[in-house]
């Protein structure tokens, strides 16, 4: 069986990744819009073919996101656990 961490990375699943966590050009980045986003990538988790790998990457551009924007701490500190808890 194939290890999901370790396993082959595949380009095309490594771009749908990175699009849950990308912004639209005219997608306003606030709160609500970063929670709807973390919590795609929460739903993620545990299904088959998901690289935890690609999972923390997600959710490091999330942050950088949050820490550009100026949306405060508590989202920080709340995409910050749910990464803890994925690695």
Request: with cysteine; proline share 2%.
């Amino acid at each position: 069986e194939e290890d999901s961490d370790e396993g082959p990375r595949d380009p095309a699943a490594r771009q749908d990744v990175q699009k849950i966590v990308a912004f639209g050009k005219d997608e306003e980045i606030n709160h609500e819009n970063v929670v709807k986003k973390l919590n795609e990538v929460i739903a993620m988790r545990g299904r088959r073919g998901t690289n935890r790998r690609d999972q923390l990457e997600c959710l490091k551009i999330l942050r950088a996101h949050v820490e550009k924007q100026n949306l405060g701490v508590g989202i920080y500190i709340k995409i910050l656990l749910v990464q803890i808890a994925v690695s």
